[in-house]
């Protein structure tokens, strides 16, 4: 039996000073929002502004054999029309580059992009694509990634060639895309170890195999871009982009132009989650019709739209082997998987590098292997979505933790136990557990969430005759919580000033997409000030007034804009104190900011009202400015070409225990109550924490029950809402959270990022609970009714892995 | 040239005329023509909640009713609600009690809830959830949208008073 011990908050925040941390802070945006005020990017129209829209493809694989556009061109209202033929500089987009925005010779999925119109309004651009024609000439349609390996296989990605059986690409052009000689998008192969020394010393072996499915982002503003160039050729962009800079760089190489003529300015976004983390073709697309109208462009999708041409989750089939020894140590693990890549390559490809770190590292596991290949098919095309990969590997790691436990006669929590990661630990793989609170994430949960003893009394309950079971099952995760050093750089950068009434701006590269980062920054800033909140407008929307960002994603805003706000407002502090010591004859280490002062240290007695020094500054003959910069780079490291390395400054664990009801009658799962335990470092906005935790609980609620992006043969058939069902108000569960506070030394005032992490446990979880309440296990997601009501009566086909090697 | 139709309805408590083409939502009209962008788009279909207005005081989702239905009606949205006791009250509790994150749900939520705690001021837990069913929030998981309206309805009954101070104004 394991021990149970909880231990919470080891160091709570100290309230001494008024301080802010870890109190409940209202974001700074919430009132605008709340009163409908914000401009989000469709309330914004540009005078002179015209209307785009694109055609896309009705076929899932075809050649493009002609696309007339002359009736829509004669249509009254309509300034352009365009095909790839217009734009024969276009570039490959992308993460692989094998992406081009409008089609040239074939379409690849039903959402590809084939031309487009800019109109003076929506419903003239709109008929206007009704009057283009395009001849296709169908291709053999491939959509089973299994099918993909096959060496006959239809290729997806040949040599480009245009109408006339050349190059659809003139040679000359930048960049030649010269197609891919098979349907393999991205192999990832990672090692430690021995695997098969491992394998030789286990005594107990298992093997299972999982799928997961399609889901999408559902941001509840639809995607939308407004292009504009001035007279000499300068871009002007209003864009959701969650990379501002990185997309600065791509967009100046697509228009062939200095990046330094780039602007992006990014009005509040509907939503992002990782959906806005690469360059789809509808960016460019409103770009080259900006360029040839003249006039600035606006291009929005329509809910349907959404659902049909913005990224997924990847879909995954994944095969995990692990073994352990006869006391339950793990001893090896081998995981291979097969994603559908889809017709393009985004960041789902990528995901595999944060897979592999919860196969190799979510517990010691001293012998692990693990393999992936993405594959092409006529499929729609996955990108990052919060978690990337993690919610996938998460779900077949835990399903399979507990298939370990009960093949040993161990409750899953010992087993966990056991096996989890220490603080100290430097894994395989590289990474460096500076702080690690999942033993106390493990404990906590299970102890609030009254794990064992409800664990037993289901079982108990298997044969009753009861059509209604209960169930209970525990998830753990690793996710970086410290940055991510994918590129050679995970830095941001800050410009703080404060003027002469001590009101301070912050100017940070950190997008704020919702999550509640500039309030985080803002609070962060105070505390080293001693201002309050008031006291800060935080500046993070536009690429030519804030400092450089690698961007919003790897929940890593927190930490890194974090750390780089607190550097410049020390930096700040340091020059006022000093000012203030040149004045009052106190060392400047004996002084403080407090409450819009500057106080000594020892008893807090106010020596300066902080706007009156400043003033004095600004007016004397010194004449000088308090405004500083600084740019912080987490100790972390780019991963070598065998995915090793301490790729994040600090890393964040959970524990979810999912409770559920199971009707046998209907196969319908609802879950109660959700007991989590996150290590999140130091809690900075309780407010703002618990949003983003409950809001990710019941978005992986969502991955685990409703929502399933229905692609059958390349088709989808539930681009809306009704038909792809996120969880509603009445369906959440009771949520029972708690922070574990492990005080990371490298955090800012020791806190980890957590964007990401709640949503994935808990379809791990509900599979084991589901396991709990009826002795069955499933391992495809979702668990919608039709699915368990069939594993529930014997009528589910056993997952294969009949993948070619 | 189509048809236009010249309508004639209150719109937050005022007058208002407008020409409007017969197949143009309500949504579009405010949003495009009349330039109230507080109702959003989210879906055009009904199923999300995001434009949610309240025509004669009774809640509809704009995207799905004709501009030319607005005739001789009382339309109120967002930027109505929000200059009511009730809507100040309702604001005040999303923004105390972390109800927005991304804030595009949030102005059809608000609307909705007005029109929850207008028709039923006792609402519980449980009727507040089936009260605002029919708005679609990814950010938030609804916990806090749903503790935020128990909250306003306390208040409205003299419960618990919202805090005023900690409400925080942008620079
Ligand atoms: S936009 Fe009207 S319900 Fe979604
Ligand atoms: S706050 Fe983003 S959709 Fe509700």
Redesign the pocket.
Same mark, same amino acid.
Do not use: D, H, S, W
């Given at each position: 039996m394991a021990e149970l011990r909880a231990k919470t908050s080891p160091q709570g925040s100290d309230p001494a000073r008024g301080s802010l941390i870890g109190k409940r802070i209202p974001k700074m945006d919430a009132p605008d929002k709340a009163s409908g005020r914000t401009r989000y990017i469709h309330d914004i129209n540009l005078p002179g502004q015209l209307h785009a829209k694109i055609l896309r493809s009705s076929e899932r694989h075809a050649k493009i054999v002609s696309i007339d556009t002359r009736a829509a061109k004669a249509l009254p209202g309509v300034h352009a029309v365009i095909t790839a033929a217009d734009v024969p500089w276009q570039r490959p987009i992308g993460v692989a580059k094998d992406h081009l925005p409008l089609k040239t010779d074939r379409v690849r999925s039903l959402r590809d992009e084939i031309a487009a119109v800019a109109a003076d309004s929506v419903e003239i651009a709109e008929e206007a694509l009704g009057l283009i024609r395009v001849d296709y000439a169908p291709l053999p349609v491939l959509t089973d990634p299994v099918a993909a390996l096959a060496p006959d296989a239809p290729r997806i990605h040949p040599a480009p060639q245009g109408a006339d059986g050349g190059p659809s690409l003139k040679p000359g052009l930048p960049v030649a895309y010269t197609g891919k000689p098979d349907n393999v998008a991205m192999v990832m192969e990672y090692a430690q170890g021995d695997v098969a020394a491992g394998e030789a010393g286990s005594a107990l072996v298992v093997e299972d195999v999982f799928r997961l499915h399609y889901v999408t982002h559902c941001c509840l503003g639809v995607s939308g871009v407004i292009a504009e160039f001035d007279p000499s050729g300068n871009l002007l962009l209003y864009s959701n982009t969650q990379v501002p800079f990185l997309h600065k760089r791509e967009f100046a190489e697509l228009l062939d132009i200095d990046p330094g003529r780039v602007r992006i300015i990014q009005p509040p976004i509907g939503g992002g989650f990782g959906s806005k983390l690469d360059i789809y073709p509808f960016e460019p697309i409103a770009i080259f019709l900006a360029k040839i109208t003249g006039r600035p462009v606006k291009l929005v999708f329509t809910?349907e739209e959404e659902f049909l041409a913005s990224p997924t989750r990847q879909p995954v089939l994944l095969k995990l082997r692990s073994g352990c020894t006869k006391d339950g140590v793990l001893t090896f693990r081998e995981v291979e998987t097969l994603h559908d890549n889809g017709a393009y390559t985004s960041w789902g490809a990528t995901t595999p590098f944060v897979m592999m770190q919860t196969v190799s590292s979510l517990y010691r596991v001293p012998h692990c292997r693990y393999r992936t290949r993405a594959v092409y098919t006529n499929n729609p095309y996955a990108g990052s979505f919060r978690g990337y990969g993690n919610l996938q590997a998460t779900f077949a790691v835990e399903a399979h933790m507990d298939r370990l436990a009960e093949a040993l006669g161990i409750d899953p929590l010992e087993f966990r136990l056991k096996n989890a990661q220490d603080p100290g630990e430097v894994t395989p793989q590289g990474m460096h557990f500076k702080t690690c609170g999942l033993k106390d994430c493990l404990r906590t949960a299970a102890e609030r969430g009254d794990f064992l003893r409800k664990h037993a009394a289901n079982r108990a309950r298997w044969s009753d005759g009861d059509p209604v079971k209960r169930g209970v099952g525990m998830a753990s995760m690793l996710h970086v919580g410290g940055g991510a050093k994918i590129y050679p750089s995970d830095g941001c950068g800050t410009i703080l000033k404060i003027d002469d009434f001590a009101h301070v701006t912050l100017i940070t590269g950190a997008s704020e997409i919702g999550q509640g980062s500039e309030t985080v920054l803002a609070q962060l800033v105070c505390e080293e000030l001693g201002l309050p909140l008031s006291a800060v407008t935080v500046v993070n929307n536009d690429t030519d007034i804030t400092p450089w960002d690698v961007g919003v994603h790897a929940s890593r805003t927190t930490f890194i804009a974090g750390n780089s706000a607190i550097g410049a407002a020390r930096k700040a502090k340091d020059k006022i104190l000093a000012l203030a010591s040149s004045k009052c004859g106190d060392a400047a280490e004996a002084l403080d900011l407090a409450e819009g002062c500057v106080v000594k240290k020892a008893t807090g007695e106010r020596v300066f009202e902080l706007a009156k020094l400043i003033r004095s500054l600004h007016f004397s003959d010194k004449a000088e400015l308090v405004m500083t910069t600084h740019y912080y780079e987490p100790p972390s490291v780019h991963q070598d070409k065998q995915f090793k390395g301490d790729v994040s400054a600090a890393y964040a664990w959970a524990t979810q225990v999912c409770e559920v009801e199971v009707d046998t009658r209907t196969g319908i799962v609802r879950l109660v109550k959700v007991t989590g335990a996150h290590d999140v470092g130091r809690v900075l906005n309780r407010l703002g924490i618990e949003g983003q935790i409950e809001g990710g609980i019941v978005m992986g609620q969502g991955y685990a029950l409703t929502e399933n992006l229905m692609v059958e043969d390349g088709w989808v058939r539930n681009p809306n809402?009704r038909d792809y069902k996120l969880v509603t108000a009445p369906e959440i569960p009771e949520i029972d959270v708690s922070f574990i506070e492990t005080m990371d030394g490298e955090g800012p005032q020791g806190a980890k990022g957590v964007g990401e992490a709640p949503a994935i446990c808990i379809a791990a979880a509900v599979a084991n609970a589901i396991y709990n309440a009826t002795g069955v296990r499933l391992t495809s997601l979702p668990f919608t009714p039709e699915r368990v009501y069939r594993a529930l009566h014997g009528a589910a086909q056993p997952l294969e892995w009949n993948v070619p090697q | 040239m189509p048809a236009r139709i010249d309508i004639a309805f209150r719109l937050n408590g005022v007058g208002k005329r407008a020409s409007v083409a017969p197949e143009t939502s309500a949504?579009e009209m405010l949003r495009e023509v009349i330039g109230l962008t507080g109702t959003?788009? &989210? #879906? &055009?279909? &009904?199923?999300?909640? *995001? #434009?949610?207005i309240l025509v004669d005081g009774v809640t509809i989702? *704009? #995207? $799905?009713m004709f501009a030319a239905d607005c005739d001789g009606r009382d339309v109120m949205t967002i930027e109505g609600v929000n200059a009511t006791p009730r809507g100040e009250a309702l604001r005040r509790a999303f923004v105390e009690h972390g109800a927005v994150q991304c804030g595009f749900c949030t102005p !059809?939520i608000m609307v909705q809830a007005w029109h929850l705690l207008e028709s039923n001021p006792h609402a519980d837990q449980a009727t507040i959830q089936r009260g605002i069913e !029919?708005n $679609?929030c990814r950010c938030t998981g609804y916990k806090k949208i749903i503790e935020a309206v128990a909250a306003a309805e306390a208040v409205e009954r003299g419960q618990t008073p919202v805090e005023q101070s900690r409400e925080v104004q942008r620079g």
């Open positions: 809910r809402f | 949504l959003k788009y &989210g #879906c &055009g279909e &009904g199923e999300c909640g *995001a #434009c949610t989702n *704009a #995207c $799905l !059809g !029919g $679609l």
